[in-house]
């Protein structure tokens, strides 16, 4: 597809300016181009044609099934949009004066009291403005508590390997020591592992959950009692909160400090790097390291980013928690979980699972024996599915499984798309088996095939420049 710039023609266009009504002014000499910008001259059919044809190539939520393991990348309702775009929280300026803006601090603690509640915790700050950095401010909480009690010893974070990718990042960002420990093969921590390695220098336990193979950790209670014996404190990754809200809480399990992912669990579209929020949350003894907006307050608490983070974002988290209120949260919980178990028992007898056994909202398929059979890999079962209208699963996390498929249906799916998706993933297990070359090829009906993706995620080319 040819872009904007190489279908301009000079001197089409249209220009639709209306006529000037003030007086003309002359801009200063070194305000002034030394030529017109190189702006795509083309017809108002052509650039709606172009835009359009640019949609038809991108594969989302509302084009097809999108079942990408941990991003969560459900249906999100459109009367979130459509609250988040009301005039009243668009055009506000974060320095209005407080008692202009009632409204909004009203939504926000709104939102703070119903996240409280369904996580149980005290406290929640809305300042971080993704999950990772939402993990960045909860592990500096961790770190304030421990200098705050002068306790210099506390140099280690516990990061089992069933973690998000994430998580050992944070903590070595925050100054850590990433203590590793493995899971043990029914795919939770190795509780032995995790004794070995408490001590009077482990400042906390950072811990997904469900963890990265779609497993609630049967041992959560014993887990976070151990962590505090020993003196930590306990963080929580809830990231993937649509797995368990409203059927369990994070402060009940004994965490000290979580983020939500609002744009995962809560209903923001995402992926692209849209606006999103890392929600975190904790108990009363953190409350007072939680980041606050030095503009606002005047403190020189921590500040994380500016003013109350993205707003918008938490007014669509607000609306999506009214809609579906106290039953509809842990239905939707409900939902995930049983799309992602309905899905795998489908897909079984075909490919394997990584564990077999009943998952969360997600789970990881093991496709070590199916390439050792045909040859035929992950990553060309990901590009094959491409063909069918449907975006590839996470590939090849986590790490702790080879060859590994991460399939997250989400619970707005339905029973009819997830029996068409068993049916693809089946019809791939048998081409593997008759025409792996072909599945080498994959995809076959794509504006793209294999780009380099480690060449685009290292030098993105991200915008037009004229030769
Ligand atoms: C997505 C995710 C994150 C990171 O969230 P971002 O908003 O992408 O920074 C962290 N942990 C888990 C478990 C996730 O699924």
């Known amino acids: 597809m040819k872009l904007i710039f190489e279908k301009s023609v000079p001197g089409r266009g249209m220009t639709l300016l209306p006529k000037c009504d003030v007086p003309e002014v002359k801009l200063p000499g070194e305000l002034v181009r030394d030529a017109a910008p190189a702006l795509p001259e083309i017809s108002e059919t052509d650039l709606s044609r172009h835009y359009t044809e640019l949609c038809q190539h991108v594969h989302g939520v509302n084009c097809g099934f999108y079942p990408l393991g941990s991003c969560t990348m459900k249906y999100n309702p459109r009367i979130d949009e459509e609250m988040a775009a009301l005039p009243g929280f668009t055009n506000i300026h974060p320095l209005a004066p407080a008692h202009t803006t009632t409204g909004c601090q009203e939504v926000l603690d ?161 992926g692209g790097g849209g606006p999103g929020a890392g929600a975190v949350g904790c108990k009363e003894f953190l409350k007072p390291y939680l980041p606050q907006s030095a503009l ?82 992950a990553l060309d079962v990901a590009k094959s599915l491409i063909d069918y209208g449907m975006h590839p699963p996470t590939m090849y996390f986590p790490l702790i499984v080879h060859e590994a498929l991460m399939l997250e249906p989400t619970e707005t799916e339905s029973r009819e798309t997830l029996d068409w998706a068993a049916e693809v993933f089946r019809k791939l297990y048998a081409l593997g088996h008759t025409d792996p070359e072909f599945m080498h090829n994959a995809p076959h009906n794509a504006q793209i095939g294999r780009p380099d993706e480690v060449k685009a995620a290292r030098h993105p080319i991200l915008r037009w420049q004229k030769v």
């Open 296 to 377: 606002m307050t005047g403190s020189d608490r921590l500040q994380v980013r500016s003013f109350a983070g993205n707003f918008l974002v938490v007014v669509k988290a607000l609306t999506y928690i009214m809609t579906l209120g106290r039953q509809g949260i842990p239905e939707a919980a409900q939902n995930a979980v049983l799309n992602a178990n309905y899905l795998m028992a489908k897909i079984k007898g075909t490919f394997t699972p990584a564990f077999d056994r009943i998952c969360m909202h997600e789970f990881v398929l093991d496709l070590s024996e199916f390439k050792k059979e045909t040859g035929v890999s």
């Open 110 to 270: 709104t939102a703070r009291a119903y996240l409280c509640e369904v996580t149980g915790m005290d406290g929640m700050t809305f300042q971080p403005a993704a999950g990772a950095h939402g993990e960045f401010t909860g592990v500096l909480l961790i770190k304030q508590y421990h200098d705050a009690r002068d306790d210099k010893k506390r140099t280690k974070i516990i990061v089992p390997d069933s973690a998000h990718g994430t998580n050992p990042a944070t903590a070595a960002m925050c100054g850590f020591e990433v203590v590793n420990i493995p899971s043990a093969p029914n795919g939770c921590v190795d509780l032995d592992a995790l004794r070995a390695v408490l001590g009077e220098d482990t400042a906390g336990l950072m811990l997904t959950n469900p963890n990265t193979v779609g497993i609630f950790d049967e041992n959560i209670l014993e887990i976070t009692r151990l962590v505090h014996e020993a003196g930590g404190l306990c963080y929580y990754d809830g990231a993937n909160l649509n797995a368990v809200m409203g059927v369990v809480r994070p402060g009940d399990m004994g965490f000290d400090c979580i983020h939500m992912n609002l744009h995962k669990t809560f209903a923001t579209p995402h």
